[in-house]
């Protein structure tokens, strides 16, 4: 991303590429996704992140179920499109959302039962 460009008048600097302009463009707007409205919603707001990087298999939900599996408690993180959710290591199995109790309910089938 930098070249590194050394003169014999001049100190070594660095030569920003076209990438590091790219970058410098959106510098200093910090963009708050946690007020962008969801897709497919009209009344849910907020992503966690980027809406591109949206967790769509529910791969949260199904690590939180094995994490409550393994160590009898699971970090649930407050989703921004929750109004009033709170960040929380939950050591109750009702205390996970509805699909994290569905896997684990899966999960702790045995294979004959499934």
């Known amino acids: 991303m930098w070249r590194k460009?050394?003169?014999s008048r001049s100190p070594v600097f660095w030569e920003t590429c076209k990438d590091a302009i790219a970058w410098d463009v959106c510098a200093g707007t910090r963009q708050d996704n946690r007020n962008h409205?969801?897709?497919?919603?009209?009344?849910l707001q907020g992503y966690r992140f980027f809406a591109d990087d949206e967790d769509n298999f529910g791969l949260e939900d199904m690590l939180?179920?094995?994490?409550?599996m393994k160590t009898?408690?699971?970090y649930v993180p407050a989703k921004p499109w929750?109004?009033?959710?709170?960040?929380?290591?939950?050591?109750?199995?009702n205390s996970l959302s509805?699909?994290?109790q569905n896997h684990l309910a899966n999960m702790s089938?045995?294979?004959c039962e499934a």
């Open 37 to 43: 409205q969801r897709s497919g919603s009209m009344h």
């Open 64 to 68: 939180q179920a094995l994490m409550f």
């Open 82 to 93: 929750q109004p009033g959710a709170q960040n929380t290591t939950v050591t109750q199995a």
């Open 109 to 111: 089938l045995s294979p």
């Open 98 to 100: 509805k699909e994290a």
């Open 5 to 7: 460009v050394c003169s």
């Open 72 to 74: 009898d408690s699971a």
